[in-house]
């Protein structure tokens, strides 16, 4: 029997007016057991992080179908660097702060708006930061297909 392979690929849009507005999609590696490579008709679960936080958001797949799976908070410790500047950017929309910690150098109190932290004074620092994020999970499966190897796009826009 010929092994069958599913790939999926995100291509996102952020439309809000807001400055900061980003929106990001990565596969949910909880969900898929840490496995990037799938089945037809599994389910694969994957996560949108936008912000604003609950920006509305449109998906259109290439393939398949798309069901709402559920949300959750995730915590992330990031090490931001600051190149003589007041601003730095994390990985992800920053939901709330838990903790911040300068190593070496003391930029005073930080501020985040989306994925930016803005120190109070600018220079040369390194900060390990410790933030919630706000994701949405959804899960998409696509049907048997001919191809050994198939791939679908999901694309995504806030509106």
């Given at each position: 029997?010929?092994?069958?392979?599913?790939?999926?690929?995100?291509?996102?849009?952020a439309?809000?007016?807001?400055?900061?507005?980003?929106?990001?999609?990565?596969?949910?590696?909880?969900?898929?057991?840490?496995?990037?490579?799938?089945?037809?008709?599994?389910?694969?679960?994957?996560?949108?992080?936008?912000?604003?936080?609950?920006?509305?958001?449109?998906?259109t797949?290439?393939?398949?179908?798309?069901?709402?799976?559920?949300?959750?908070?995730?915590?992330?410790?990031?090490?931001?660097?600051?190149?003589?500047?007041?601003?730095?950017?994390?990985?992800?929309?920053?939901?709330?702060?838990?903790?911040?910690?300068?190593?070496?150098?003391?930029?005073?109190?930080?501020?985040?708006?989306?994925?930016?932290?803005?120190?109070?004074?600018?220079?040369?620092?390194?900060?390990k930061?410790s933030?919630?994020?706000?994701?949405?999970?959804?899960?998409?499966?696509?049907?048997?297909?001919?191809?050994?190897?198939?791939?679908?796009?999901?694309?995504?826009?806030?509106?």
């Open positions: 029997m010929a092994e069958r392979a599913l790939s999926i690929s995100f291509a996102t849009m439309q809000q007016e807001e400055q900061n507005a980003s929106i990001d999609a990565e596969l949910d590696a909880a969900y898929n057991n840490n496995r990037t490579s799938f089945s037809y008709g599994e389910k694969v679960y994957y996560r949108i992080y936008t912000y604003p936080i609950l920006a509305t958001i449109t998906q797949p290439s393939d398949g179908i798309i069901t709402v799976e559920g949300s959750g908070y995730r915590t992330i410790e990031d090490i931001i660097t600051f190149p003589n500047t007041n601003e730095s950017n994390v990985s992800y929309p920053v939901n709330n702060i838990i903790s911040s910690t300068w190593w070496g150098n003391d930029l005073g109190a930080i501020s985040a708006d989306g994925k930016t932290i803005t120190a109070s004074q600018s220079g040369v620092g390194v900060l930061l933030y919630r994020t706000y994701f949405r999970r959804y899960g998409v499966s696509v049907p048997t297909r001919s191809e050994a190897v198939y791939g679908i796009l999901i694309y995504i826009v806030t509106t």
